[in-house]
């Protein structure tokens, strides 16, 4: 028997996964009791808390063997320059994008929330300036960085 190809098991996962828990819906009704309620929600943090414990070493591992198989200054210098002139252009069309659509839409117009007297402006923090993003990219700690998940830290200690 021929093994399904990856999409097509990731399709079937997934329409299995949205009738199972239709399924459970309708059975529990939507109501947080019961054992199974509870088995469920777990499995569902535990499966979140490993892919979030997969995350910072399969980025520092993937930098490092990338940067590592680059080899010499002169090619590294020509990718980073590719990368940097990519990151501006898709940053640019998204910043386009996201402007364009919300002039257009107006999301929130005519919308009363009533909470603007119980706003406070003093929490507000600004933005730091482009020296201190630069500053606070270089971690202390690469261990601490990747403790806490401060991926530009681990991308700069990577690097």
């Known amino acids: 028997m021929q093994k399904l190809k990856l999409h097509w098991q990731i399709l079937i996962a997934m329409v ?9 819906q309708n059975i529990f009704h939507g109501t947080p009791e019961g054992t199974t309620y509870s088995l469920i929600t ?8 490993l892919l979030k414990m997969v995350i910072v070493p399969l980025i520092f591992t993937s930098i490092v063997t990338g940067v590592s198989g680059i080899g010499g200054g002169k090619s590294l210098g020509r990718i980073g320059t590719k990368t940097f002139l990519y990151y501006l252009t898709t940053s ?6 996201g402007l364009t659509l919300t002039n257009m839409i107006q999301p929130g117009n005519g919308v009363n929330l009533g909470m603007q007297e119980s706003f406070d402006h003093s929490k507000l923090q600004t933005p730091g300036s482009p020296a201190d993003i ?5 971690p202390l700690n690469p261990f601490n960085a990747a403790a806490s998940g401060d991926m530009l830290g681990i991308i700069f200690f990577a690097i």
């Open 134 to 138: 630069l500053i606070r990219m270089i």
């Open 42 to 49: 777990s499995l569902g943090v535990i499966f979140v808390r």
């Open 16 to 24: 299995l996964g949205i009738g199972i828990g239709v399924i459970f």
């Open 92 to 97: 640019l069309f998204a910043i386009i994008i």
